[in-house]
Nanobody, 119 residues
């Protein structure tokens, strides 16, 4: 059984910072990719940042230079440091872990956490 539990988030003024955390537990391959998504009201879910087990990272253009994804493999934790937040960053943020296991690729999602940026 795999569980993904998120923490962090909340309300912050524009220009402020927040850090989200995501802990994955259970039978997870060490070769997993951690990805953060967000979904604003009335919009589709979009990829924010991804971090492969080998260290490669990728960011949405809208967050480049402001957000940083990192991971602590020993703790099975992914972090999303969000700086210089803007009102348009307001969304529910989701963490996902992806890895290959018996039966194929597996995706496990966190429960989501609200981030609200006031102007």
């Amino acid at each position: 059984q795999v569980q993904v539990v998120q923490s962090g988030g909340g309300l912050v003024q524009a220009g402020g910072s927040l850090r989200l955390s995501c802990v994955a537990s259970g039978s997870i391959s060490s070769g997993n990719t951690m990805t953060w998504y967000r979904q604003a009201p009335g919009k589709q879910r979009e990829m924010v940042a991804t971090h492969a087990s080998g260290g490669r990272t990728n960011y949405a253009d809208s967050v480049k230079g402001r957000f940083t994804i990192s991971r602590d493999n020993a703790k099975r934790t992914s972090y999303l440091q969000m700086n210089s937040l803007k009102p348009e960053d307001t969304a529910v943020y989701y963490c996902k872990t992806t890895f290959f296991a018996v039966g194929g690729w597996k995706d496990y999602w966190g429960q989501g956490t609200q981030v609200t940026v006031s102007s």
